[in-house]
């Protein structure tokens, strides 16, 4: 039976996100250049479903950690917006023979995060019927809306400000600050890249392919043969980590980790994303894979705050 995590949020919420951007992908060719440039399978992309991805380079280090919406001939990557610049360039540059174009439209969209019987009343008076299960996206005029379903049913927003903007004011009363949301991310084990952490870690080592973001099936891809090897060789001897400190302090993706032996700490780990709410601080780290669930962790820039061992909401076997 899997423990569960200690993390708890109001019933109801909503929250503006800004730690998030889009890449647009357009073109006849868009489908098939990036089945050979990301880990998923974009073959099987649908509009009613979201996809998790990677972007890697040639070593299977990851550029980006994204979510595919829409199909065809019109992609778009849903990720952190400090991903945007290396793995758009990327992009760009293998696409120069193909039917496609790409570009950063993040200043298109407002993100919204939100959950809750009253969230969804609001929420259905503007998209109606709502996605029902997990990565299932419904799609109008408006924008998308995105189901989440760890660690609690919630919805992600991408619309316009006028949108945005009638949510917050139907929902002001339940309005939080977006780090619950970014805890709500890490409670549920999804890593994302930022400037610190671009092309540092292979996706095995931070648990995609317990999130089915990896398609070990669907041919050849930018990184593949590293990503495989990991998988059949059993190479890989990290993984991402869920930690919880009692102490609210800022910590920034990059940051490194130490843990206890014997009486000596000693480097770890990295700090993937972070959040602080008002009496605690949640990280996803990747760390050693035998690390044990009884470990002590610290910030190495501030040792006065340890962390202990989250359970996460998936097997890494």
Known sequence: MRMQSSFTSP??????????????????????????????????????????????????????????????????????????????????????????????????????????????????????????????????????????????????????????????????EYVVDESYWEAMDIVAGIANIQSQTSIEFIPQMMNMQALDAISFDKGCYMGQEVVARTKYLGKNKRAAFILKSNLAAQLQAGDSLEAQVGENWRRSGTVLRSATLEDSTWVLAVLPNDTASDAMLRAKNNPQQTFSVEPLPYSID
């Open 11 to 172: 019933d109801n919420f909503i929250c503006e996100l800004s730690t998030l951007g889009i890449i647009s992908i357009n073109g006849e060719d868009a489908t098939s250049y990036l089945q050979g440039k990301v880990t998923n399978n974009v073959a099987q992309l649908t509009p009613d479903q979201a996809q998790l991805g990677c972007h890697c380079d040639f070593k299977g280090k990851t550029w980006n950690i994204f979510y595919a919406l829409g199909g065809a001939q019109k992609i778009e990557f849903l990720c952190h917006p400090e991903s945007i610049p290396a793995s758009l360039a990327e992009l760009k540059k293998y696409g120069v023979f193909s039917k496609v174009d790409f570009s950063d439209t993040t200043q298109d969209h407002q993100f919204v995060g939100m959950a809750g019987v009253e969230a969804e009343k609001a929420l259905s008076k503007l998209f109606g019927a709502l996605p029902q299960q997990h990565l299932a996206v419904v799609h109008s005029e408006l924008g998308y809306v995105i189901r989440f379903e760890q660690p609690k049913p919630r919805f992600l927003v991408i619309t316009k400000s006028q949108a945005a903007n009638s949510l917050l004011e139907q929902l002001a």
